[in-house]
């Protein structure tokens, strides 16, 4: 099946800072998302990338898809503590909403 | 803000045994979809459900896995004989169309499987 490589595996930063997570994968998507998860939590979803080269926000976030369609990052600007949790980027194929590809994910920690 | 609700929030069971995870989807969403998350690795898609039947499933959704929809509410999971390995949180989720990517999860049940 389909592989991501989500990159890094954790972070430790401090608050105010801007934080930067990729996911990488051997094969296209035609769609990349973006999830946090709180702990106890489902993951909730944060950014949806439906296109090539698209650059979205959302507030402090932004996440782009990479123009080999086999990429995307996700920024955060300004980190506040809040922003702490497990952030996971998901790759989709086919027209399945539901039938994505997760990567490992990235556990943020931010500290005041 | 509705939500998807899962019970119990753990289980535990014995190996062989059966169980059933309990789901109630947000009540006008039409696409139902169970994930599980072994501890400390990534959401994996086990299958998704519209109009009463499976629309998909991944090579994890043997057949001790099932599904159903026993009613206007709820959305269950059920593994009937149990393995060490079925131990992991198992999330539930619905949206209301396809193919809208707004998923909503629900908090998951923990199952540990002994």
């Known amino acids: 099946g389909q592989q991501l490589n989500q990159s890094p595996q954790s972070m430790f930063i401090q608050e105010g800072e801007d934080v930067s997570m990729n996911c990488t994968s051997s094969?296209?998507?035609?769609?990349w998302l973006w999830y946090k998860q709180d702990p106890g939590e489902g993951p909730v979803l944060l950014i949806a990338l439906y296109k090539a080269g698209e650059l979205t926000s959302n507030g402090r976030l932004t996440a782009q898809f990479g123009i080999t369609r086999k990429d995307s990052f996700l920024n955060i600007s300004a980190s506040i503590p809040s922003d702490v949790g497990i952030y996971f980027c998901?790759?989709?194929?086919?027209?399945?909403?539901?039938?994505?590809?997760f990567g490992d994910g990235t556990t943020l920690t931010v500290k005041p | 803000e509705p939500e998807v609700t899962q019970t119990p929030s753990h289980q535990v069971t014995q190996m062989g045994q059966e169980v059933i995870l309990r789901c109630v989807p947000i009540s006008n969403h039409l696409y139902f979809y169970w994930y599980r998350q072994i501890l400390g690795q990534k959401v994996e898609f086990l299958v998704s459900?519209?109009?009463?039947?499976?629309?998909?499933k991944s090579e994890i959704f043997d057949d001790q896995f099932s599904v159903e929809r026993p009613d206007g509410s709820n959305f269950t999971l059920k593994i009937r004989s149990t393995k060490l390995e079925d131990s992991a949180m198992y999330f539930c989720?619905?949206?209301?169309?396809?193919?809208?990517?707004?998923?909503?999860f629900g908090s998951g049940t923990q199952l540990s499987v002994l």
């Open positions: 094969s296209i998507f035609n769609t």
């Open positions: 459900f519209y109009n009463n039947e499976i629309s998909e």
């Open positions: 989720a619905s949206s209301d169309s396809q193919p809208n990517e707004k998923l909503f």
């Open positions: 998901a790759g989709r194929l086919g027209t399945n909403a539901g039938k994505s590809t």
